[in-house]
Nanobody, 122 residues
Framework: QVQLVESGGGLVQAGGSLRLSCAAS????????TGWFRQAPGKEREFVAA????????SYADSVKGRFTIARDMAKNTVYLQMNSLKPEDTAVYYC???????????????WGHGTQVTVSS
């Protein structure tokens, strides 16, 4: 259906910034809502941010509100996650996901990328 590929992860010091990209392709690559999730070793996958298919509505986890920004470029079928003021606790594998509903739960999304590692050093 929808194929998703994340990129942009890496190693950054606390206080630094990274921009993650989620490129989509498939039969309806631009007609879906997109969420970003993250998972640290030994922990549950948690919601980070989401954006509607049109880009008109966004949602953020309290832990990243004010630091992260999600945006969509419909022409490029790409969703971005701009991460500023990074903290060591932001270290995780970050996944993008596509779904037909604008929700913050992993089960609401039907397509997932394979993730990109973000490591924040103190």
């Amino acid at each position: 259906q929808v194929q998703l590929v994340e990129s942009g992860g890496g190693l950054v010091q606390a206080g630094g910034s990274l921009r993650l990209s989620c490129a989509a392709s498939g039969r309806s690559s631009s007609n879906f809502h997109t969420g970003w999730f993250r998972q640290a070793p030994g922990k549950e996958r948690e919601f980070v941010a989401a954006i509607t298919w049109s880009g008109g509505t966004t949602s953020y986890a309290d832990s990243v509100k004010g630091r992260f920004t999600i945006a969509r470029d419909m022409a490029k079928n790409t969703v971005y996650l701009q991460m500023n003021s990074l903290k060591p606790e932001d270290t995780a594998v970050y996944y993008c996901a596509a779904g037909g509903f604008f929700q913050s739960t992993p089960g609401a999304y039907h397509s997932w990328g394979h993730g990109t590692q973000v490591t924040v050093s103190s």
